[in-house]
């Protein structure tokens, strides 16, 4: 066996303190196709936020004189069937989907895990009735799920909005049990009731923080699915209802026209995978950042 | 040193009970602590020593026995005070120093947790200066308060499990193999801080081990334990000196002399478990506080 010197083995511990003290950030940074689809995000909040403003035209207001009109400097994106402008409608679709991704993960994200953590914590009979839900609602595929419970309450966003949180809880539910599962093993925890800390302070000072890196990885990565499922939802007629302009509305209604008028079907459709895409990079990024042993 | 502060009585866990293969941890352990004395409980893994040091702290229900603080029953505590007070009376520190702090919180949040759950401090200055207190009295520096626990060495890290334990001024202190994950160097320093801290505070201490080495410099008595059983329990002199039960010599034997020419000579006593099934076995006390388990004939 190899000797290690002393002074070396003093290097090593400083060097990894330096690396933890370096810290998510930095590490997160480092990965420059997490940053870019960080950088794409920014964009589609900022365009979400300033839609009235960059928007050229008027997202509903149908031009019957100018229908089909392609791409050129007037119309960016050209005009669809009823002479709308195709940018404006991406750029008001922004909003849309960002919403949908972010109540509905944000639904789905709290409501998996506060069950999640009872589950785990309080265990038996408690685990088994929560995790038998979990079961069953895992077990009906998740766009299924979300085309069921849109078709029995209606069609509309917040409905849409309501039926993709629903559909995702399960996979919340579980990636949380499972983390509370391992912490609670852990000494602290102990320690924190030998401290005499009730349960609810245990949770809220030491299982939440220590959980934290899977549930925003998921939330992070779940916001693209949302924002796909809602789209879908669009599309097949259950989500938004037109005049609204959603990318996957837009992509159902121009899709008859797709021979002769490709560019209706398109720019949303690119609009959607950009997102996606740019979310799963930053999904991606923050589990190497937030969690450097599951590499 | 005569009153008792802790008194286990017929002690008994089973781990998986409503299975087909119940498991006995602990059988029918009885003990006592008194003020002021540390008591050592010795034995291999699994014999149920951690089982019995979890019971002591409520963080396990145990199946049978009754565990006594100073003649009261710990397992019936009515009000919230009778609760608070048995929390801050006895307090415990942990085998493994990186598991047992939590790694979002700063020492001051670790340290001080206990002081904000009991109310102990009334602002945030004074908490901070108690704090600090504390970390001087187990040898760190007041500026480490900050600090989190990755930035710290197992040593260091155990000093703050050490100082968490003290933030209510308990009177037991269980320790659960505090140096068994330690370098042998630091190893004896944290015995040397747990000595000392016993002498300025009055603190009695159950001390955990899997081995004798280290137990007889801090215990004034010791249990060894053998399957979830009481075998031998002396004073420490007693049992190093008169050892009685062939278990208990043999975990003598596996302690090394420091000393080449009679350690070369030595031999590892092995020990081969008898049947206890059906038999009358008891503690029995062959001289004054010296008790052995062992049948009416005297055999083990």
Known sequence: MERVPYAKGLLETASQTEYNKDGVIQRFLKNRLAVGGMIIMVLFAVIAVFAPQIAPHSFEVQDLNNVFAPPSSQHWFGTDNFGRDVFSRVVYGARISLIIGLISVGIGCSVGTIAGITAAWWGSAVDRVIMSIVDIMQSIPGLLLAVSLSAAMGP??????????????????????????????????????????GPLRIIRRHILPNILAPIVIQASAGMAGAILTAASLSFIGLGVQPPAAEWGSMISAGRAYIQNAWWIVTFPGMAIMLTVCALNLLGDGLRDALDPKEK | MSQAILTVEHLSHVYNRYTAKPLKAVDDLSFHIEEGETFGLVGESGCGKSTTGKAI????????????????SIFNL??????????????????????????????????????????????????????????????????????????????????????????????????????????????????????????????????IAHD?????????????????????????????????????????????????????????????????????????????????????SGGY
Request: one cysteine or more; hydrophobic letters at 40%.
């Open chain 1, 156 to 197: 509309g966003l917040v409905n849409a909005m309501i039926a993709v949180g629903v559909s995702s809880i399960p996979i919340y539910a579980r990636i949380v049990r499972a983390s509370v599962l391992d912490v609670r093993g852990l000494d602290f925890i102990d320690a924190a009731i030998v401290s005499g800390a």
């Open chain 2, 57 to 72: 702290l409520q963080l396990q229900k145990p199946t049978h026995g009754d565990i006594q603080l100073r003649g009261k």
């Open chain 2, 212 to 296: 004798l080495s280290m137990v007889k410099y801090i215990s004034r008595r010791i249990g060894v334990m053998y399957r979830g059983k009481l075998v031998e329990l002396a004073t420490s002199e007693e049992l190093y000196e008169n050892p009685l039960h062939p278990y208990t010599k043999s975990l003598l034997s596996t302690i090394p002399v420091p000393e080449p020419l009679v350690e070369r000579k030595r031999q590892a006593i092995a020990y081969t478990p008898q049947t206890w099934e059906g038999r009358n076995l008891e503690l029995r006390e062959v001289s004054a506080d010296h008790f052995v388990l062992c049948d009416e």
């Open chain 2, 78 to 207: 009515k009000t919230k005070e009778q609760k608070a007070a048995y929390r801050k009376s006895i307090q415990m520190i942990f085998q493994d120093p990186y598991s047992s702090l939590n790694p979002k919180l700063t020492v001051e949040n670790i340290v001080g947790e206990s002081m904000e759950v009991f109310s102990l401090v009334k602002n945030r200055e004074e908490k901070r200066e108690k704090i600090t207190e504390l970390l001087e009295l187990v040898g760190l520096e007041k500026s480490y308060i900050d600090r989190y626990p990755h930035e710290f060495s197992g040593g260091q890290r155990q000093r703050i499990g050490i100082a968490r334990a003290l933030a209510v001024t308990p009177e037991l202190i269980v320790c659960d193999e505090p140096i068994s994950s330690l370098d042998v160097s630091v190893q004896a320093q944290i015995v040397n801080l747990l000595k000392e801290l016993q002498s300025i505070k009055k603190l009695s201490y159950l001390f």
